[in-house]
């Protein structure tokens, strides 16, 4: 699909473009030697010295020991307030941030010498660029922060500098909890509650559960169950708390319980009655359910999702919600009581039921593809999916593409390195990225979504604020980061090798992405920097278990590695807890592809949705190295009778192969192309050029990039072209004249008849690769928009 032109590769199972179907769509060649460019740009408007770019790049040395003293001073009509940091450790600190309360009635108007947020009384400062570093035995003089302020002269209260109270002195830990009691008694189990502890320098954030030494239980709240006991057993209990600097208290009183004899109760409670369900979303489900009764005591409810454990709640409720469940997906509940010997009733009536899907009832999903480096060539900006309508029309934006790093297998950020100019390089994509386009990069008020130009030193810049900007211009719209592509899918393989890769892939992707914790790169990133922009992940890796990119890895182990990432990908994304983060995927059109490396039964239990393929169904690369002979469609929505290549693909056959398989069909979005394939030197052979012989790529949009123009650039290019609509395969075609051009794309019309034909089907809805390619108006957005509503 991305990243590069269509290349050329080799007949799988005697279909000589099986193999490639699949493959990239637009790009440029030269995207690498744009972004040197760029860089090189940067630095003569900046005019930074060498040595402070340096600093600002270099990672953080081991902090020493920071305090901080507060002066005032009287201004009459306003005051000023000074912050000195001062560093009595062996070893310089680069970085520091300032937290404190402002009295009360007092207000502050300005800030110097440090970036700062007032959220009511309280006040966050971070570092300027130029004060950043604090030396052995130093300090921030002569560039300390300072504010302006109004209201009675009195200095803050609950300053901290880097975390450590400003005077130095030691975190005071929470007091001891009050003596822990048993609410609630099994033969395996023991529930306690307890007092909350008091006192210290910072909140309480977590409660731990001791066992003699070990830690048993780790609770947020006030109570907890310990688990996994020995039935008939006396076991002693202590509690002790911990604050949110990782201080620990001392441990309460000790609590003696002896766990229930099964011996003295043998008889089970009777079954849950009636188990219903009383609402469903996309990935949870609330189910209800009438009590039962024992002899003794119900001591819990245990709630099967098939023959798995899904969720345990208390005795005292009869309703739970089973969350981390895939959309339009059909799953079966029961449910069993529990008494306090450990009994278990028989299960409760079988209650099967299919989850909501991700756009909801009745409507169709839209998802658009927005190219990283489009900001380059393209001159198209996140912005511009604003201004040309989209954003609007629009529910998943995905952000194309990130890397994965070649030598730790993790997902790779914070790097700036142009792709090789040679698209059958195999090592083309080893290593590349574009930091700058994607934080680093100060964006104008022209190209930013609400005016404002980045200032230049914000740790968030670059498209990634952009997006944070057009997503707080439209609350539903959501925003996916897509990890590999045609160009950077060499080390899927070996990411998703073993259980341990996988976990540690997925781990540096969630923290990277979701949890924004992004590398500093010429003074921008941080921990947490680009947290709340991406609502989930996107895999598009092409291609498990077959042929990509010339040099990719693969073999017949991707296909379960690939259903086990996924899996993991899931699990660690339902673990953040909060609102649903999406999984998705692009996936091939290509039956072979499909049979090597996607377990069509299996994957869509961690997807919430596939993007399939509905392009590059026949094209001619720029090396000439695909298809240069012989026109074709690149998106038919149905086989043409008239197509004279032994092979046959579409829309319609791409779909079925899922459909087949027993994929949901809400499971499912289409892909339209918003950019033409074209060819030169073409006969008309009395079919306007349709299936007739060529002499090689036509001449593209970019110089390094033939056979390829976005669909705008496309009909202003040639406006004289004269474009026929093929009833009968829905293809939209252009053909200049004997011996010219012929162009296959999408248009309106194609567009209408083939949104009909999605809304016919049931599926899930449409996604666009790629966005830059459509009218400054949004004119095949309006189309795939007005067809899916």
């Known amino acids: 699909m991305v990243h590069r032109r269509r290349p050329p590769l080799a007949p799988s199972r005697g279909n000589p473009s099986a193999a490639s179907l699949g493959n990239p769509g637009p790009d440029t060649r030269r995207r690498g030697a744009r972004i040197r460019r760029w860089t090189a740009a940067l630095g003569t408007v900046l005019l930074l010295p060498l040595a402070l770019l340096a600093a600002l790049a270099a990672p953080a040395q081991a902090a020493g020991t920071l305090t901080a003293t507060f002066t ?449 790169y010429n003074g921008a990133g941080g921990p947490g920097t680009a947290a709340g922009i991406f609502d989930g992940i996107d895999i598009d890796w092409e291609w498990p278990g077959s042929e990509g990119h010339p040099g990719n890895h693969y073999g017949a182990q991707d296909k379960a590695n690939l259903t086990a990432l996924l899996a993991e990908f899931r699990k660690q994304l339902d673990a953040l807890g909060g609102e649903h983060r999406l999984l998705t995927a692009f996936t091939p059109a290509d039956p072979a592809k499909i049979s090597a490396g996607w377990d069509l039964t299996r994957i869509f239990d961690s997807l919430d949705y596939a993007n399939v393929q509905g392009y590059d169904f026949h094209g001619a690369g720029s090396d000439n190295s695909w298809e240069p002979g012989r026109t074709g469609h690149a998106s038919n929505l149905y086989a043409d009778a008239q197509d004279p290549y032994p092979f046959h693909f579409s829309v319609e056959d791409a779909v079925k192969a899922y459909l087949d398989a027993g994929v949901n069909p809400r499971k499912l979005t289409v892909g339209f192309p918003f950019y033409g394939r074209g060819w030169q030197g073409v006969t008309d052979g009395g079919t306007a050029g349709e299936w007739q012989a060529a002499g090689g790529a036509a001449p593209g949009q970019f110089d390094t990039e033939a056979g390829v123009r976005g669909y705008h650039n496309l009909i202003t290019s040639f406006p004289a072209m004269t474009v026929r609509h093929d009833e009968q395969s829905v293809s939209a075609y252009g053909y200049t004249g004997p011996g010219g051009q012929w162009w296959s794309f999408d248009d309106t019309w194609s567009i209408g008849k083939k949104t009909a034909w999605i809304k016919s089907k049931g599926l899930l809805g449409a996604f666009v690769w790629e966005m830059s390619g459509d009218t400054p108006d949004g004119r095949l957005m309006t189309a795939l928009d007005g067809g899916l509503t």
């Open 72 to 520: 005032s001073q009287d201004n009459g009509s306003w005051w000023k307030g000074t912050y000195v940091v001062r560093n009595s450790g062996p070893a310089a600190v680069n970085g520091w941030s300032l937290e404190f309360d402002l009295p009360a009635g007092v207000s502050v108007t300005g800030h110097y010498n440090g970036d700062a947020t007032v959220s009511g009384r309280h006040v966050t400062v971070r570092n300027a660029f130029y004060n950043a570093g604090v030396p052995a035995g130093g300090s921030t003089e002569p560039y300390s922060y300072w504010f302006i302020a109004n209201g009675p002269i009195a200095a803050p209260t609950g300053c901290t500098v880097n975390g450590d109270k400003c005077d130095g002195t030691p975190d005071v830990p929470p007091t001891a909890p009050g003596a822990p009691k048993a609410t609630a008694v099994t033969a395996r189990s023991v529930t306690l509650g307890w007092a909350a502890a008091q006192g210290g320098d910072h909140p309480v954030a977590a409660y731990e559960v001791l066992r003699g030494s070990d830690t048993v239980a780790t609770t947020t709240g006030t109570s907890a169950t310990v688990t996994g006991l020995t039935p008939a057993t006396s076991y002693t209990f202590t509690v002790r708390a911990k604050d949110t600097r990782g201080n620990v208290g001392p441990a309460g009183a000790p609590l003696t319980v002896k766990t229930v004899d099964p011996a003295t109760d043998p008889a089970p409670p009777t079954a849950p009655g009636r188990l219903r369900a009383t609402g469903k979303t996309a990935s949870s489900v609330d189910l209800a359910w009438e009590e039962s009764t024992d002899n003794v005591e119900v001591a819990a409810y245990d709630v099967y999702r098939g023959g798995m454990l899904a969720k345990s709640v208390g005795a005292d409720t009869t309703t739970a919600t089973v969350d981390g469940l895939s959309p339009a997906t059909a799953y079966t509940f029961t449910v069993r009581a529990r008494d306090t010997a450990d009994n278990t009733s028989p299960a409760s009536n079988a209650l099967t039921l299919t989850t909501d899907d991700v756009a909801g009832p009745g409507r169709q999903l839209k998802v658009g593809y927005f190219a990283q480096w489009g900001i380059y060539g393209r001159q198209y900006f996140v912005k511009n999916l604003d201004t040309s309508g989209a954003a609007a029309k629009l529910d998943v934006v995905n952000y194309a593409f990130e890397n994965l790093d070649p030598v730790n297998l993790t997902c790779q950020a914070g790097v700036t390195k142009g792709v090789s100019a040679n698209p059958q390089d195999p090592d083309e994509g080893t290593g590349a990225g574009d930091a700058d386009a994607d934080y680093a990069r100060p964006m104008s008020a022209a190209q930013s979504v609400d005016g404002v130009a980045d200032d230049g030193w914000a740790k968030l810049r670059g498209n990634l604020n952009q997006l944070k900007k057009l997503k707080a211009k439209y609350p539903k719209l959501k925003a996916v980061v897509s990890l590999g592509g045609w160009t950077y899918s060499k080390f899927f393989s070996d990411a998703a090798a073993t259980q341990a890769s996988r976990e540690k892939f997925v781990k540096s992707c969630v923290d990277v992405w979701i949890k924004g914790d992004l590398p500093v």
